[in-house]
């Protein structure tokens, strides 16, 4: 199921940055070439940045793929080591929790709003919010269950 969700997201991020770009290209065609910007290609392509940004950045979750600074995880044993990155696992999971409910109330709070230049229901664009963080939270705990099988006193036995 993590592999089918992580496509999935891949996808979205993928499709959301092609979109993002074609909108651009568009524009700038269209405002150069003929004096004429359609008003639809800066929301969409907002829009289409924050759903390539968040989709992405739930993915790094689940890879490790996100910044960190690795100076004091360098400096101690594996054992050590471990449990300090099972401490910041738990601050991260506990960061995703707020900010996935934080994200559900905005796309409750969004209900019956309109987007200013397409009237689009923002509760579409905001949605990006509880999808990248719910799936973050789900993707985080899958890896915290996959570093506990792999825990360094394990092997030592």
């Known amino acids: 199921m993590t592999n089918l969700v992580e496509r999935l997201l891949r996808v979205i991020g993928a499709a959301a ?3 993002l770009f074609a909108l651009i290209v568009l524009q700038v065609f269209l405002r150069y070439g003929f004096g004429f910007t359609p008003f639809f290609t ?3 392509g907002r829009y289409a940045l924050v759903w ?4 992405g950045t739930a993915v790094s979750v689940l890879i490790s793929g996100h910044i960190r600074v690795t100076f004091i995880a360098d400096n101690l044993t594996p054992v050590w080591r471990w ?4 401490l910041l ?3 991260t999971l506990i960061l995703l929790v707020v900010l996935t409910i934080a994200a559900i109330q905005t796309v409750e709070f969004s209900q019956g709003q309109t987007s200013d230049g397409m009237q689009i229901p923002l509760m579409y664009p905001y949605a ?3 999808v990248a963080f719910g799936t973050g939270l789900f993707f ?3 890896r915290i269950i996959r570093s506990w099988r ?3 006193w394990k092997s030592c036995r």
Do not use: H, Q
């Open 17 to 19: 940055l092609f979109t």
């Open 42 to 44: 800066e929301e969409i």
């Open 52 to 55: 390539s940004v968040l989709a």
């Open 83 to 86: 449990f300090w990155m099972r």
């Open 89 to 91: 696992d738990f601050i």
């Open 128 to 130: 990006a919010l509880p």
């Open 140 to 142: 985080l705990l899958v």
């Open 150 to 152: 792999g825990r360094p």
